[in-house]
């Protein structure tokens, strides 16, 4: 009586398909996640053209671009010093050009809200008397005023897993006010008077010469400004926000002029943090930990920010603010470097990198409505060169992408990036 061999696998068989299949899955994962990644990628180029749509929309509106540094003046009722101290009953002439903008990006609700006096605190308490139009100064640590603290999905970028507090309501898109940051503290207004008294001479002057991007500090611009051509001028640029693991792209270095050098007119320029030894030689993404809290922002005395401040002081964390921290960039050091800041306060000059999550570069605006993808590696020219040594009329000595960061320097580009 014969027996019939039952077919099957030997053990070595299944051994080899088992590894056949290990070894796909191996291949097949970077690949889902490439996938994904490219998909966020996408979606974040489309919120950048919802902002550019709405930006010529406005523009169409009222022949203006939104202000960078709007609102209400300064507190006249318990006077607060200057433009850059919190207030509860203005806004210190402090909010974004986001904020002008609300409405034509599908916001209208949230436009109807701060341009009305609202009786509502965040936490859904009735406030008496109500907040005044156009709400308090947004600072970090002061969460009471809803809006600020209303986080909207156009401004936010999927590959960015940044969320909640410390922040208040972030962003992944910022104005660009040029190849550098010189005077943007005050911009075009009076420090200490705001609207109640002219702008001073010097003021004026400086903001004429350093004045170069498509946004200015607290002067309305429009593209009839932007000479280089809209085509030719960055409008915005995209920033990642900030995760509290010293990324020197999101934590910024304050009064790095302490490292040995001035940003603004030192033989290192905005590479002074990095020529100054604070960068990790071990992990150069990041920050040496020592030296925090040495360049973190202080008041003007040098007294440390209050820990609630303190804490809302990092990357992208109000899109309601003006300041370059949250959403400012300029185009002196390359795409994804370090903030590397002269002076103690969120609106000072430095490198105001543009940044993002994505791998090897990231988006810009132009002023036409187009969304470019800028690789880390962008021609930058002379790294070294302090910004405020710019001459009045002097091309960008920042490369192709100072160039594009600049309205009206005449530069031509002649080349893609």
């Known amino acids: 009586m014969f027996r019939l061999k039952r077919p099957g696998f030997t053990l070595v068989e299944l051994l080899v398909v088992i590894a056949i299949i290990g070894v796909m899955v191996g291949l097949l994962l970077p690949a889902v996640q490439a996938a994904r990644e490219a998909a966020r990628r996408m979606s974040c180029g489309n919120n950048f053209k919802q902002i550019g749509l709405g930006l010529h929309n406005y523009h169409a509106a009222f022949n203006i671009l939104p202000t960078q540094g709007t609102g209400s003046g300064i507190d006249r009722v318990t006077p607060t010093g200057n433009l850059g101290l919190h207030s509860n009953l203005t806004n210190q002439k402090s909010l974004s050009f986001l904020v002008g903008l609300t409405p034509f990006i599908e916001q209208q ?18 406030r008496m008397p109500p907040w005044s139009p156009m ?37 992944n898109y910022a104005a660009c006010i040029g190849d550098n940051a010189q005077g943007t503290w005050v911009g075009m207004s009076s420090w200490d008077h705001g609207d109640y008294q002219p702008v001073p001479d010097w003021v004026a002057g ?22 280089d051509g809209t085509s030719n001028t960055i409008a915005c640029g995209e920033i990642a926000t900030d995760l509290g693991d010293n990324d020197i792209r ?122 470019k993808f800028v ?36 530069e031509v580009v002649n080349t893609d990036f």
Not at 109 to 126: C, D, G, K
Not at 376 to 397: C, H, K, M, Q, V
């Open 109 to 126: 609700a949230l436009w109807e809200q701060i341009s009305s006096p609202l009786a509502l605190n965040a936490n859904r308490t009735v």
């Open 375 to 410: 690789t880390d590696s962008i021609e930058a020219g002379n790294s070294l060169r302090g910004p405020s040594t710019i001459l009045a009329g002097e091309a960008s000595p920042f490369g192709l992408w100072g160039a594009l960061g600049t309205r009206g320097g005449r």
């Open 206 to 227: 400086e903001q004429l010469r350093f004045g170069r991007g498509a946004f200015q500090h607290r002067r309305a611009l429009g593209f009839r400004d932007q000479l």
């Open 250 to 371: 999101t934590r910024a270095a304050f009064n790095g002029k302490n490292s040995g050098g001035s940003i603004n007119d030192g033989p290192n320029g905005a590479r002074q943090c990095r020529a100054g030894n604070l960068i990790n030689p071990a992990r150069p993404q990041f920050w040496l930990p020592a030296i925090f809290p040495a360049y973190d922002p202080t008041f003007d005395d040098g007294s440390p920010y209050p820990g609630n401040i303190a804490a809302g002081m990092r990357r992208g964390f109000s899109w309601a603010s003006m300041a370059q921290l949250h959403t400012g960039v300029t185009t002196t050091l390359p795409p994804n470097t370090e903030i590397c800041l002269h002076n103690w306060n969120e609106w000072t000059e430095g490198n105001w990198s543009v940044s993002s999550r994505h791998q090897g570069g990231a988006h810009v605006l132009m002023g036409d409505g187009a969304v």
């Open 135 to 171: 709400g308090p100064k947004p600072t970090g640590g002061y969460f009471n005023y809803g809006p600020w603290v209303t986080e909207v999905s156009t401004l936010r970028c999927p590959s960015d897993p940044g969320r909640g507090l410390p922040a208040m309501g972030r962003t």
